[in-house]
């Protein structure tokens, strides 16, 4: 029991008036309602790498990559009644790293142009209400969200230039290709019912989740003009090589540029199930069931693009041989659709528009 003083702040605990937390200060009395717990872990990574012999930041001796991650989780129960509750859980893991060798390639480079600063990591969150209607019925009520990011940043935006026209191959530049912002989230809707009907337990449900997945891969360097005349969205990865006998010289072939850099994706799923747990007599139980599911995916080219009509039965047969618990036999037969991510639509029903193989005669 604890009273708390609203002009102090302080709490009393100890003798025989002491009353609920709120009595005195007007707060509401949560006493064997309200569970909670939370955590934070921070935690740093260190790894440390060194350039190949004969390379130029072989110079640079050992050269750090820090990383610093802080996952954290919260979680409440409170007691609305005897027979409702509500769930709610928070948990995440926000990280970074800081500018350096984000890559062990980094450190194959003339300079430290190849560092790059990252940051990446998720936050979720989830609401659950769970209440009992009659005796013989549970309603069940679900939220969640679900956002996880990454995102690249090049210390010096130029192109990635290896030249291939000296052994060792010499690279300078920026790090090349990067995801410059990645970001996916997910949120998601259920609910769910058991009723509970002479020897027959029936529980039945529907679930919605509506997803968005943003996409921007990059290239370091500035944007330039295509063979046929159209600009570049990104930078470029380059090697220059020997030209052929009759031109002589060197070329400057782009081995990696895009005409578009960013994409946005879509997706619905939605889904929903009634199953029974029949209690035939003392020793037999059967768990029929059947699921369907349907999927629709937007991509930038192709919109509303479906995976429907996914019917899943299910049977299971529970056994009790000897009677007593202790023994069972049991089978269970099902079908199982799997989810499709959304990087099926940011690939395959976006356009991405880029070249592999590009010869310029200056650089």
């Given at each position: 029991?604890?009273?708390?003083?609203?002009?102090?702040?302080?709490?009393?605990?100890?003798?025989?008036?002491?009353?609920?937390?709120?009595?005195?200060?007007?707060?509401?009395v949560?006493?064997?309602?309200?569970?909670f717990?939370?955590?934070?872990?921070?935690?740093?990574?260190?790894?440390?790498?060194?350039?190949?012999?004969?390379?130029?930041?072989?110079?640079?001796?050992?050269?750090?990559?820090?990383?610093?991650?802080?996952?954290?989780?919260?979680?409440?129960?409170?007691?609305l009644?005897?027979?409702?509750?509500?769930?709610?859980?928070?948990?995440?893991?926000?990280?970074?790293?800081?500018?350096?060798?984000?890559?062990?390639?980094?450190?194959?480079?003339?300079?430290?142009?190849?560092?790059?600063?990252?940051?990446?990591?998720?936050?979720?969150?989830?609401?659950?209400?769970?209440?009992?209607?009659?005796?013989?019925?549970?309603?069940?009520?679900?939220?969640?969200?679900?956002?996880?990011?990454?995102?690249?940043?090049?210390?010096?935006?130029?192109?990635r230039?290896?030249?291939?026209?000296?052994?060792?191959?010499?690279i300078?530049?920026g790090?090349?290709?990067?995801?410059?912002?990645?970001?996916?989230?997910?949120?998601?809707?259920?609910?769910?019912?058991?009723?509970?009907?002479?020897?027959?337990?029936?529980?039945?449900?529907?679930?919605?989740?509506?997803?968005?997945?943003?996409?921007?891969?990059?290239v370091?360097?500035?944007?330039?003009?295509?063979?046929?005349?159209?600009?570049?969205?990104?930078?470029?990865?380059?090697d220059?090589?020997?030209?052929?006998?009759?031109?002589?010289?060197?070329?400057?072939?782009?081995?990696?540029?895009?005409?578009?850099?960013?994409?946005?994706?879509?997706?619905?799923?939605?889904?929903?199930?009634?199953?029974?747990n029949?209690?035939?007599?003392?020793?037999?139980?059967?768990?029929?069931?059947?699921?369907?599911?349907?999927?629709?995916?937007?991509?930038?080219?192709?919109?509303?693009?479906?995976?429907?009509?996914?019917?899943?039965?299910?049977?299971?047969?529970?056994?009790?041989?000897?009677?007593?618990?202790?023994?069972?036999?049991?089978?269970?037969?099902?079908?199982?659709?799997?989810?499709?991510?959304?990087?099926?639509?940011?690939?395959?029903?976006?356009?991405?528009?880029?070249?592999?193989?590009?010869?310029?005669?200056?650089?």
């Amino acid at each position: 029991y604890k009273q708390y003083d609203s002009l102090n702040g302080s709490v009393n605990t100890t003798g025989s008036d002491a009353r609920d937390f709120g009595a005195e200060g007007g707060f509401p009395v949560i006493r064997n309602r309200l569970f909670f717990f939370g955590a934070i872990d921070p935690s740093w990574q260190t790894r440390t790498n060194t350039a190949p012999p004969g390379f130029p930041l072989e110079s640079m001796g050992e050269v750090d990559r820090n990383r610093r991650t802080m996952t954290y989780a919260a979680k409440a129960t409170y007691q609305l009644g005897s027979g409702n509750r509500i769930d709610a859980s928070f948990f995440g893991d926000p990280s970074h790293g800081e500018n350096g060798p984000q890559r062990t390639s980094a450190l194959l480079v003339t300079d430290t142009s190849s560092f790059s600063t990252l940051d990446y990591g998720g936050h979720q969150q989830t609401v659950r209400y769970s209440g009992i209607v009659r005796n013989n019925w549970l309603v069940e009520g679900t939220f969640a969200r679900s956002l996880n990011t990454i995102g690249e940043l090049p210390s010096v935006d130029t192109w990635r230039v290896s030249d291939k026209t000296i052994t060792p191959n010499l690279i300078t530049g920026g790090i090349g290709g990067y995801e410059k912002g990645n970001r996916s989230l997910s949120r998601q809707y259920s609910a769910k019912v058991s009723n509970i009907v002479s020897s027959h337990e029936l529980k039945y449900g529907v679930q919605y989740d509506d997803a968005v997945y943003s996409q921007v891969n990059q290239v370091t360097g500035p944007t330039f003009l295509a063979p046929d005349g159209r600009q570049r969205a990104t930078g470029a990865r380059i090697d220059v090589i020997p030209a052929t006998e009759v031109w002589g010289g060197k070329v400057w072939r782009v081995t990696r540029a895009n005409f578009n850099s960013d994409r946005t994706t879509v997706q619905s799923y939605l889904n929903f199930f009634a199953q029974d747990n029949w209690k035939v007599n003392s020793r037999l139980t059967v768990n029929p069931g059947i699921r369907y599911e349907q999927e629709t995916m937007s991509g930038t080219i192709i919109e509303d693009w479906k995976l429907k009509n996914n019917w899943a039965p299910r049977l299971g047969v529970t056994y009790d041989m000897n009677g007593d618990g202790r023994t069972k036999l049991y089978g269970n037969y099902g079908v199982f659709f799997a989810r499709v991510p959304n990087d099926l639509a940011a690939r395959s029903l976006s356009a991405e528009d880029g070249f592999t193989r590009g010869d310029y005669y200056d650089a």
